[in-house]
């Protein structure tokens, strides 16, 4: 099992990005996909989820109402949209995979982790 994360880059405060986690060697059916990030000398903050269902979406308080997590069947990836972003959302970001199938907002829950990729949000 395999995730990558990737379309991460550099963006003016109020500017928008959309990361993509593609899976390889299984599908994100029954899962719980998340987003996490952490900035230097931080924790791994959890940022959002989705069942694969798509039924269930979650949300950090810090980025419900900018950013919108979906997924895609076809393509086997899930989304992070991000909108109206700050300065404070600069961080590496990590899409993780939790096999339980029960939503959590604690990182060691999750079994699988992408290798992360950079937003850095000039002001």
């Known amino acids: 099992v395999q995730l990558q994360a990737f379309g991460g880059g550099l963006v003016h405060a109020g500017g928008s990005l959309r990361l993509s986690c593609a899976a390889s060697g299984y599908r994100f059916s029954s899962y719980i996909t998340g987003w996490f990030r952490q900035a230097p000398g931080k924790e791994r903050e959890f940022i959002a989820a989705i069942k694969w269902s798509g039924e269930r979406t979650y949300y950090a308080d810090s980025v419900k109402g900018r950013f919108t997590i979906s997924r895609d069947n076809a393509k086997n990836t899930v989304n992070l949209q991000m909108n109206s972003l700050k300065p404070e959302d600069t961080a590496v970001y990590y899409c993780?995979?939790?096999?339980?199938?029960?939503?959590?907002?604690?990182?060691?829950?999750?079994?699988?982790w992408g290798q992360g990729t950079q937003v850095t949000v000039s002001s």
């Open positions: 993780a995979v939790q096999r339980g199938g029960v939503f959590s907002t604690t990182a060691t829950n999750y079994d699988y």
